[in-house]
């Protein structure tokens, strides 16, 4: 079972930018899919950026301002967000897949965007 420590959550004003940063406790090699979802009060989870080897997608409601990348050397998963809005304010968590496997969650790292 890996275990995932996401960072870089804070209050930032609209406009703003932040980087999450998702640290695995293996290597993320082992898995095909690596992704951030997140939760606002009130509301479902919701994907926000995945990627995997066929390359990467993102939640409507971010492309062109979020980026979501990778390194393998250190076992990290970023997400880069550019332009917030109050509308991203949620916990934001990271998600790893691997086949026949069940997946694994972070804990969550809480993004509040003031207007």
């Known amino acids: 079972q890996v275990q995932l420590v996401e960072s870089g959550g804070g209050l930032v004003q609209a406009g703003g930018s932040l980087r999450l940063s998702c640290a695995a406790s293996?290597?993320?090699?082992?898995?095909?899919?690596m992704g951030w979802y997140r939760q606002a009060p009130g509301k479902q989870r919701e994907l926000v950026a995945v990627i995997r080897s066929g390359g990467t997608n993102y939640g409507d409601s971010v492309k062109g301002r979020f980026t979501i990348s990778i390194d393998n050397a250190k076992n990290t998963v970023y997400l880069q967000m550019n332009s917030l809005k109050p509308e991203d304010t949620a916990v934001y968590y990271c998600n790893v897949q691997r086949p026949f496997s069940t997946p694994s969650w972070g804990q969550g790292t809480q993004v509040t965007v003031s207007s």
């Open positions: 293996r290597s993320i090699s082992m898995f095909n899919v």
